[in-house]
């Protein structure tokens, strides 16, 4: 197997065929925690198109261009703090009759293209790998894997919390907490979504701490050729393209936008 030195991840594998990553994405190699309990070790996962890309929210992206303080994590409570307020004056808290908890709009914000402090991941790893291919497709990216194990938080568990209790639990933790929205937008339930967040970390990967471990984390290389082969997999064999996992008006758009080839209207 190649390698692929990188300077924010290191020296990570790089496969040469859809069949060689398959390889490393079902690797059941365990950790203790798995021996002991006879688990198959289960991860998250995030494609990045870019692989000189650090893992930031993009709320921590927005504040870093538009002030030079240098307490990231005090602006990120009083920017995630006046979004929520702005949003709800604007009545986006509403949906289907009830109102969002705090958790709950962040993550419908997040996914109509507001920044957070959420970092979307997928429980599928073909999902988190389509993010990987595509723009820009002339740059080798890569496919991030976080083992559930070393995270905090819980699946399909509510999070009843105002957001300043949510993010006060997390102040001290040395790892990412997991937010399993509901499934209050499409695009959530169509990418087996869910988010990591953290305070602001000064890692080397980026501002969203990622757990420490030799086995916590899985960085995969993907080279612009394989990108190529991918999509057509992705798409052919597994149905994964932009218009099935936006399957609202704006992923419509967005599928059929001047930049978009005209075959990919179609599957044949």
């Known amino acids: 197997m190649k390698t692929y030195d990188s300077e924010v991840y290191g ?10 990553l398959i390889e490393i994405i079902t690797d059941t190699e365990t950790d203790d925690h798995d021996e002991k309990y006879k688990f198959v070790p289960v991860r998250f996962w995030r494609g990045q198109p870019d692989i000189t890309w650090k893992i930031d929210s993009s709320a921590y992206r927005r504040i870093i261009s538009s002030t030079k303080s240098i307490d990231y994590n005090g602006e990120l409570l009083y920017y995630e703090k006046s979004l929520l307020e702005q949003a709800t004056h604007k009545g986006f808290r509403l949906q289907n009759g009830r109102e969002l908890t705090d958790m709950e709009l962040l993550a419908r914000l997040q996914h109509h293209g507001a920044a957070t402090r959420l970092v979307d991941f997928s429980r599928n790893s073909l999902i988190g790998l389509w993010f990987a291919i595509n723009n820009p497709t002339e740059k080798t990216g890569i496919l991030i894997g976080v083992h ?7 699946e399909s568990k509510l999070e009843l919390n105002n957001y300043s209790d949510t993010i006060a639990m997390i102040k001290d933790k040395t790892y990412p907490s997991l937010w399993e929205s509901p499934e209050i937008s499409p695009r959530i339930a169509s990418q087996h979504a869910l988010f990591l967040y953290s305070n602001v970390s000064s890692d080397n990967y980026g501002s969203l701490k990622l ?9 995969i290389a993907i080279n612009p050729k394989l ?24 992923g419509f758009g967005m599928a059929n936008s001047f930049n978009m080839h005209l075959n990919e209207m179609w599957r044949w």
């Open 11 to 20: 020296k990570i594998p790089e496969p040469q065929s859809f069949n060689e």
């Open 148 to 154: 559930s194990h070393y995270v905090g938080g819980n």
């Open 211 to 219: 757990p420490e471990g030799a086995k916590a984390n899985i960085f």
């Open 227 to 250: 990108k190529q082969q991918l999509k057509e997999i992705l798409s052919q064999v597994f149905d994964i393209r932009t218009k099935t996992l936006f399957p609202d008006l704006d």
